[in-house]
């Protein structure tokens, strides 16, 4: 047993929970919903082989003295010069992140099969958990840009899968659609990333991207103009994923979900997955001071605003997402400024703060108030400091902002997804009078569309003072 | 006889038992018999089909009909022999998964003489019956569009269905007809022979002058814009079986490999360029139009729309990724699409209607009706796992290679296409449902649930393993290619 043979443990690290969703999924396509009690068995159980699989590369990566393993599974497809390689990589970034994942899966798992007990959803919610594992484990574990991507995508469907978890309700199914919406308009910017990076590097994979030198050194041969248009297209899918404002409003809205996913979700994994990226994607913003600039700019906006907006927050779980987001973003600005290895400590230490916070959110008032009996029922002294030092009319305008979350949900509506469906609608009617002409038909008249309650209709109004 | 031609006659023959068969119920065992026995039939000759392995198998030629010069000249190579189990495939789905309702003894029938007509045109290697194929497969729908209730509907349809659909195939018999005259100078006994057209080649005036007849033809059988005006009213108003088949984009994309191509490549050289940026557009377009769709039908005609741009700007590219790319996407196409549609009808059988806001909370009383949409959408969009991924993937390193700004359209098209379907997926399965209707919608009934996991684990096998699919094409895309790059100095 050699410690490159032991790392290979990391491509079982996605295989178990990717085995128990596809097994659940054909029982329950074939036979029926399995009780409770196997469909906890079976998804925990490959979540603790799963944990335990990332800790054998995590002791291989140790043992074998720091180096780096880079593990090559074979081609998946290719056509002319161009195949999608699997690649898996241990090395100083992904080897803690991914024990990380996987035990912190594991725990929220198993918090779970008591917290969902007799909970309608709990085989969706389940499957659903084992699919994200099996993404978490390729996103961390992969060893090219192409793997991560996987991992990013299967991460994203089922977490707005999750948000929409009480799918009998309006609101948690406007909240997956924003997310998802999000999602897929920056992951334009990886797609891009990638495809660039496969003409800079000549491949995907992190190898050959950046050289054999370990995280966070790397040999680079693309130029400077090169690193910074990939840098900025990364930090667009960053910026989505990991929520970063202007475009992460999604986030507070996603804990519509139920709490452990939230946990899970927002404030452990995904929301550090575009951390991670940029993490990974080090020698770009070495390369580059312009790309890794407006990084630092990005992370620094987005946790000054998120902290303001988190203030003045009404729930617990909005709270905690906002200071999840405010987090994120100095994880960031950590990442442009050029500390990488800060940044990977603070996103270690921020997931497993903040899991353990929001697990505990159903119980915030039990620990609220015993807070404020320790300090003898005054108010908490939080942001007293800010308070010293801004006047107090900046302090009200701030407020208000904050409130209405400065606005960048109605910006989003209002200038992008208002003009682009109002584009759809008036071709569509172009099309139908055309159509029609040709075939000299003439509709009957349709009902006016206030009639139908749409259950879709993302109105300003109703969507800004919603928790 | 040949093994080709049987598997032609195959579904005609179950048409012909369909139609005769003294009860409903007789007619209908007839026709899910005959569809499940041609999808048999396609298997076995995809099995005795050698992979990788250049030029026409099974190739099996009749005598030359004298007047008409036509000749029963048939064979499958890479390109034509994934698209047989895929049409039969489609057939089955057909028959056994739509509306019974729908589905009665002419409807059964017409989808069983459309399958045929579609696997004629993909074995035949002569131009003349080609044509005739492409025509014929409308024939069947054309009676059923008779069956419409309302009559200013029915005209409307009847309509669309003349001036796009036949009218639109003049362009193809036009250049059927030249190339014949063409054949008959050269002094060729077959003179629509495919094979032996691309041997000889064809002069370059020749080829300016077919290649806009061509593309009109093939560009209104694909419905990119500005010929796609007919998806939408077939699959809104259209008979359903019948509209199921007609709507592949295969057939055309096939005509464009197996014609254009190789038949025109100088033009090719020229023309190739702005069609795909063309095209490009077109699955812009096709995107943002579906995503303000609050129909699911005309939701997926315009995916329909964007996809065939999609196709059609992968060819146009003229690089292995792409091209590659493009054909696989066909087959992906066609699975999610056809997936797609049947539980739509499922819906619309159930209760009246497919608008989205109309339903609401299926996810509760029909979970694997709900879970069928979710993964035939994911699989419309090119989710990991699909085959429509590698598709996807394939043709946007192929696009970028050759056109960097245009991959942009590509991406921003796929975007929007994953927002419309789960919209339309969160809209019509999950919410609260409607005020009417508190009481929900029954589950997929067995048959349907078959047909849809089929069709589900074929894409998802053909996700996780496209090697077979992809080197089956292998041939041909090089064969493109290599053409390409041998005209390469004189084109670009």
Known sequence: MTPALLARAIVAVPAWPLAAAAALGAWWALVGKPSERVTARVVVGSLGLQLASAVCALVAFLWGGGNAVHIRSGRWFEAGAYGF?????????????????????????????????????????????????????????????????????????????????????????????????????????LVVGAVFIHDVAHGAAYVEAFGPAPWPHGTLHASAPEATLIVLCLLVAASGKSALLPVGTWLPRAVEGPTPSSALYYCALSVHAGAYLLLRSTPFLRASTVGAACVAAVGFGSAALASMIGRAQVDAKGAIAWASMTHVGLIVAEIGLGFPRVALVHLVAHALLRTWQMLRAPSWLHDELALRAAADGAPLPTGSFWQAIVPARALDALYRLAYDRFFFETAQQRYVAGPVLRLGRYLDRAERRWVEAVGAWHPPAAPPDSARPSAMNTRVEEAQHEP | MNGLTALVLLPAFAALLTRLAPTAEGARRAAIAGALATLLASLLVVASFDLGAPGMQMEWAGAVVPWARMQWHVGVDGLSVVLLPLTSLIGVATTLGLPRQSMNRASLA???????????????????????????????????????????????????????????????????????????????????????????????????????????????????????????????????????????????????????????????????????????????YGSVVALAQDDLRRMVAYLAVSHAGLMAGGLASMNAQSVAGSLL????????????????????????????????????????????????????????????????????????????????????????????????????????????????????????????????????????????????????????????????????
Do not use: K
């Open chain 2, 110 to 284: 017409a989808t069983l003489l459309t399958v045929s007509a579609t696997l004629g045109l993909f074995v035949t290697l002569d131009l003349a019956w080609l044509a005739v194929f492409w025509l014929v497969r409308l024939a069947p729908g054309l009676d059923l569009i008779a069956a419409t209730p309302d009559p200013d509907l029915r005209r409307h349809v009847r309509r669309t269905w003349w001036v796009f659909l036949v009218a639109g195939s003049a362009p193809l018999f036009a250049a059927v007809i030249a190339l014949g005259v063409l054949g008959n100078r050269a002094g060729l006994a077959a003179p629509f022979d495919l094979v032996q057209l691309t041997a000889m080649g064809v002069p370059r005036a020749w080829q300016l002058a077919l290649f806009p007849a061509l593309v009109v033809a093939v560009g209104m059988r694909m419905a990119v814009v500005p010929f796609h005006g007919w998806m939408s009213v077939l699959l809104e108003h259209g008979p359903p079986g019948v509209a199921l088949l007609i709507t592949g984009a295969h057939v055309a994309l096939y005509a464009i490999a197996r014609i254009i191509l190789p038949l025109l490549p100088d033009a090719c050289a020229v023309g190739m360029g702005p069609l795909m940026i063309a095209a490009l557009l077109c699955a812009l």
């Open chain 2, 329 to 492: 996407q066909s087959v992906a196409s066609g699975l999610s699409l056809t997936g797609l549609l049947i539980i739509i009808r499922a819906l619309h059988a159930r209760t009246g209607t497919s608008h989205m806001d109309d339903h609401g909370g299926i996810a509760r009383s029909a979970p694997r009706m709900s879970v069928f949409f979710l993964l035939f959408g994911l699989a419309a969009v090119g989710f990991p796992t699909t085959i429509t991924y590698v598709s996807e993937d394939l043709l946007l390193h192929g696009v970028l290679d050759a056109h960097p700004l245009m991959a942009v359209l590509l991406l921003l098209a796929t975007a929007l296409n994953g927002i419309t379907l789960l919209r339309a997926f969160f809209r019509t399965f999950m919410g609260p449902p409607p005020r009417g209707a508190p009481g929900g919608v029954d589950d997929l009934v067995p048959r349907e649930r078959a047909v849809a996991f089929l069709l589900t684990t074929s894409i998802f096998l053909g996700g996780l393993y496209p090697r077979p699919l992809l080197e089956a094409r292998q041939p041909v895309v090089a064969a493109i290619v290599s053409r390409d790059a041998h005209r390469a100095p004189h084109g670009h």
């Open chain 1, 85 to 189: 390689e699997l690649t898996f990589l241990v090395d100083a970034l992904s080897a803690p992140l991914v024990v990380l994942a996987a035990l912190l899966t594991f725990l929220v798992a198993w918090f779970s099969v008591r917290y969902l007990h007799r909970e309608p959803g709990f085989f969706r919610f389940f499957t659903l958990l084992a699919v994200f594992a099996a993404g978490a484990g390729l996103l961390f574990g992969g060893g090219s840009y192409d793997i991560l991507f996987i991992g990013w995508e299967l991460v994203g469907l089922t977490s707005a899968l999750l948000i929409g978890f009480f799918h009998e309700r309006r609101t948690p199914m406007r909240a997956a659609l924003r997310a998802i919406t999000t999602y897929r308009v920056c992951d334009i910017g």
